[in-house]
């Protein structure tokens, strides 16, 4: 029998019942809840006509957009893996993720695939659409080729999202089994009803925005508008024009919004807002409580990882008693499923000490770091894996963040690893030894900046801090570009010849009362 939930099948039901209502609602072409259905049900005919079999990988190289949805929904219903990548990536970035996790099938957006079709291995499949790309074959022309019936044998597919790496590489997070997402009606976290609109303005590749604004809604039945890229006025307009009820976004969306003119806030009619879900990094007190003051008692803040199956939630009420935390423990101390707070060692710390965070790992689906043992040992200890925070339990069991890992860098609520940026930074011809590090910064939470130790003879001025800037400017995507370089007689060094990050760090951190 065909579980239509865990095949993407629900859809169907949609398609059925309000086939011309607007399913996704975007700048680049809408889409009717019989048209989605019909496009991904043509996207896994051409799939599998292509020759990808269950359990093959799919790659999605693309910005928010329909195709996106389509291509979500027709790889869930053909049992196979799907990589969504970065869409601020460069080619070369983009490239070596879909070498890595061995994608049979490439589809890429029109602007991001520039040169990108020289730098991929052999697939069976590649399509481009918002425009022609060379190499590709015509994403639009293989879904009118194919049949809008669903998939005589449905399968759930899995997804393995990509996060960098600690040794300069990114690790795809993998999971052997199908993570199935159900209708968020009433009784649920959404707690969608009749009427309710979605609004997806993040990167629709992330993990948040892809589970909140994409995967939820879809298995419900509620329209989504999506939005190209966060611009505040535009979210406001959103907001206001289509009635939207639920969103998600991160710390740095809340102070673009705060930034506007009172004027600009308050002639949007915002009252259709019903939740707010946020995370990603930590968000200052000062901030939340201003958004709670404009918007209400509507946020909702997480804190997990796409390593868990799931993870803590905290909402305005409760943050209002607890300002700071990002959640109450799940269970009795100790108990199975719960979360903890361990020393250096890995013993177990009492309420009120500061320790490395460790989150509940699934039982059932355990994920690993694909083809890396070594890294997924490194962050599992028994049935708990860390992300690197550091944080405390208050005597309720309400957990705080404090601090975290120099391996880490969240930037505007996006992970920024580090050691890609040391080596792209020391292969330029006058640096010696580079350590990136995460600095305080009052609009994104931390800035990337390059602390280099150069090579005998050379002279760390203007000129050349902006010659390495130039010089990794091709080699890392924007995001990951150190906003500043500061020159150093020398690196700090352990016995081993290791620069000690976190004792960089340290440095620019010193004097707050909090480490991120």
């Known amino acids: 029998m065909i579980d239509p939930i865990a095949t993407g099948l629900v859809s169907a039901e949609y398609a059925a019942t309000r086939p ?25 005919q051409a799939l599998r006509g292509a020759g990808l079999v269950p359990g093959d990988a799919v790659a999605l190289f693309s910005g928010n957009r329909a195709e996106f949805v389509e291509v979500l929904m027709a790889t869930q219903r053909s049992g196979l893996r799907l990589t969504p990548i970065n869409s601020h990536l460069t080619p070369g970035e983009a490239a070596f993720i879909i070498g890595d996790c061995q994608a049979r099938a490439v589809l890429v957006e029109a602007r991001l695939a520039n040169g990108l079709a020289a730098l991929l291995p052999e697939t069976r499949l590649r399509l481009s659409f918002g425009g022609r790309v060379p190499g590709f074959g015509d994403y ?6 194919a049949c809008a019936l669903a998939p005589p044998t449905p399968l759930p597919g899995t997804l393995m999202l990509y996060t ?28 969608y009803a009749p009427g309710d609109v979605a609004l997806c303005a993040g990167p629709a590749y992330h993990a948040a925005p892809l589970l909140f604004d994409i995967r939820w809604p879809l298995a419900s039945g509620v329209p989504i508008v999506l939005l190209e890229r966060f611009d505040a006025r535009a979210v406001l307009a959103a907001i206001a024009d289509h009635g939207v009820t639920h969103a998600h976004m991160v710390p740095i969306h809340f102070q673009r919004l705060l930034a506007l003119p009172a004027a600009e806030r308050q002639r949007h ?99 690993e770091y694909w083809n890396d043992p070594e890294k997924t040992e490194k962050a599992r200890l028994g049935r708990h894996y860390t992300l690197g925070d550091i944080g405390r339990y208050d005597a309720d069991g309400w ?9 880490v860098i969240i930037s505007g609520g996006v992970n920024i690893y580090p050691a890609e940026i040391d080596a792209a930074l020391a292969s330029h011809p006058a640096v010696a030894d580079a350590c990136a590090i995460g600095a305080p910064d009052t609009d994104w939470g931390e800035a990337v900046v390059a602390v ?56 620019y951190w010193r004097g707050r009362e909090s480490g991120i």
């Open 20 to 44: 011309d209502a607007p399913a996704i609602i975007a700048s680049s072409g809408n889409r009717s809840f019989a048209e989605l259905h019909g496009n991904a049900n043509r996207l896994a």
């Open 140 to 145: 639009a022309g293989a879904l009118a080729a």
């Open 164 to 191: 960098s790496g600690t040794t300069g590489r990114p690790k795809g997070v993998w999971k052997p089994r199908a993570e199935t997402v159900a209708p968020q009606h009433e009784g649920s976290i959404a707690g």
């Open 269 to 367: 009619d915002l009252s259709s807002l019903r939740m707010v879900i946020h995370g990603a990094a930590p968000c200052p007190i000062p901030v939340k409580q201003a958004m709670i003051d404009w918007l209400g008692p509507i946020l909702w803040e997480y804190y997990g990882a796409s390593e868990g199956n799931s993870g803590l939630f905290i909402t305005a009420e409760d943050w209002l008693r607890h300002p700071g935390s990002v959640g109450q423990r799940q269970g009795p101390r100790g108990a199975a499923g719960v979360s903890v707070v361990r020393d250096a060692a890995g013993r177990d710390l009492p309420d009120g000490e500061e320790g490395l965070i460790y989150l509940p790992a699934s039982p059932e689906n355990p994920f």
């Open 399 to 407: 957990l705080t963040l404090t601090g975290r890992s120099a391996e």
């Open 452 to 507: 280099i130790e150069l090579k005998p003879g050379q002279t760390g001025d203007a000129a050349l801090a902006a010659a390495v800037l130039a010089h990794v400017r091709g080699q890392l995507a924007g995001f990951k570009l150190p906003k500043r370089v500061e020159f150093v007689p020398h690196l700090p060094r352990l016995a081993s010849g290791k620069v000690p990050r976190a004792t960089v760090r340290a440095g």
